[in-house]
């Protein structure tokens, strides 16, 4: 009986040792992918960063050409016919004939208001801060990178992240809301009326990122509840 215990005994240590290698073999291999993908995030913005920095200074290097040049604030605005249209046609290569055509959105130019102004100049800090949001997450992604993604710290760092990327894109779409109301006011084009603003963002994909902050954050505080249990 007594050998009959120590060999169930052992396998069992040798069960319980396999099981913890391999446990400890799936944590190594997520934390790679995770790394690979940390990886990738920084190169990515990186990139986005040269990229979107290369633009705006090829675009203001070819402005400064003519400073004196009054610009306007370009803006889409969507249409739709009224009763009053009388289409227009172009020319169908396939067919061979001329067939009409509506258009639904155009580019213009617009003049800006007092208003907009004004409230571009209100959510400059805004603007500071989404870029102390982007610096939080730059912070997560180094931290991940290292192996230590389940802390408050990115925690907090997260939901700084989303709530100024949130708040950012609120603002922006409030002025992009202002900017249409001008364009409503100054635009008219024979035949179509301008259809009723349209939000701009993804408001659904922010309230979405911001329900997955929140799960990883009680997640991050039921492990550290689990930690100190243990």
Not at 10 to 31: F, L
Not at 194 to 201: C, D, G, R
Request: a negative charge; hydrophobic letters at 45%; glycine letters at 6%.
């Amino acid at each position: 009986d007594f050998s009959l215990d120590c060999g169930r005994g052992v396998c069992h240590w040798a069960e319980d040792e396999g099981r913890t290698r391999v446990n400890d073999i799936i944590k190594i291999t997520i934390m790679k992918k995770i790394r690979i993908l940390a990886v990738l995030v920084i190169i990515v913005f990186i990139g986005d960063m040269v990229s979107d920095g290369a633009s705006a200074f090829v675009d203001g290097w070819n402005e400064a050409g003519d400073s004196t040049e009054f610009k306007f604030s370009a803006i889409d605005v969507s249409v739709k016919p009224d009763e009053t249209l009388v289409a227009d046609s172009l020319f169908n290569t396939t067919i061979q004939q001329k067939v009409p055509y509506r258009i639904t959105s155009l580019e213009t130019e617009i003049d800006s208001t007092f208003w907009r102004t004004t409230f571009m100049v209100l959510i400059f800090p805004f603007a500071l801060f989404s870029l102390y949001g982007f610096y939080c997450m730059m912070r997560v992604v180094i931290s991940v990178s290292r192996g230590k993604v389940f802390t408050r710290e990115n925690a907090n760092r997260m939901r700084i992240f989303v709530y100024a990327l949130i708040l950012v894109g609120f603002c922006m779409e409030v002025e992009h809301y202002i900017q249409y109301r001008d364009a409503i006011s100054q635009v008219q084009l024979s035949g179509y009326v301008t259809a009723p603003y349209t939000l701009h963002f993804s408001w659904f994909s922010y309230m979405i990122l911001a329900l997955f902050t929140e799960i990883f954050a009680v997640g991050v505080k039921m492990k550290e509840e689990q930690d100190l249990t243990i």
